[in-house]
């Protein structure tokens, strides 16, 4: 379930928000100033922020600029202030879309399932050089081409990406595909790493797997 902060100093509007999103499916937060959505996102992990550009204590114009420098979380202004000059106003400072008042619910929910949508495709990707790795699906590809991984290959590599440039252990490894540290794997971990190298190699993808006698692993371009 996402949750959603909502922050909205008009008490009728609120109600309605949160009633309507309730019924989407969300989780909802209230705030009904600039210092409650600090609160509210110090304390707690949130998906979206819904926010309103004038607050009784802050411009929600700021307070975004704010947000963006210490959060990833995805800004939609709702606001009365729907002149043009508001709309690019609210998107240069790190909103990720804006909605002026009078606003179909039905709008507004669907914009939220678009933006989080657009969340969720970000972060099912991770890259290094032309390597993609696919967290959902548990695949690896350098460029189209498919590796064609094993459920322990992938998550070695997923490991050695999301390490890029350090020395990652091989207890580490050892724990990330074996869920041991007994040394007795280490024969199993350096075939699983030299099928690994060959399917990277057989890309001619600049991306190697290199290693220190006794400290582990490296992943890095050459």
């Known amino acids: 379930m996402s949750t959603i902060l909502l922050v909205e100093d008009n008490p009728h509007i609120m109600k309605i928000n949160a009633e309507a999103l309730s019924m989407y499916g969300y989780e909802i937060l209230q705030a009904a100033t600039a210092r409650e959505c600090r609160q509210a996102l110090r304390w707690h992990p949130v998906d979206l922020v819904v926010l309103d550009i004038m607050l009784p204590d802050g411009d929600g114009v700021e307070l975004c600029r704010e947000l963006k420098e210490q959060y990833h979380t995805p800004i939609l202004f709702l606001s009365a202030l729907g002149e043009r000059r508001d709309v690019v106003e609210g998107l240069r400072a790190g909103g990720d879309d804006y909605l002026a008042k009078p606003y179909d619910l039905e709008v507004l929910a669907a914009r939220i399932e678009a933006r989080l949508r657009q969340e969720r495709a970000k972060s099912r990707y991770i890259s290094y050089g032309s390597l993609r790795l696919d967290i959902f699906a548990g695949c690896a590809y350098l ?26 252990s091989k207890q580490e490894v050892l724990m990330e595909a074996w869920n041991t540290t007994v040394e007795d794997d280490s024969r199993a971990l350096w075939t699983l790493i030299s099928r690994l190298r060959r ?19 490296t992943l890095e371009q050459i």
């Open 143 to 168: 460029g189209s081409a498919n590796l064609q991984l094993t459920q322990k290959e992938f998550a070695v590599l997923l490991l050695l990406v999301r390490n890029a440039g350090r020395t990652v």
């Open 199 to 217: 399917k990277l190699n057989s890309q001619e993808s600049r991306i190697e797997i290199s290693s220190k006698r006794g400290d582990g692993y």
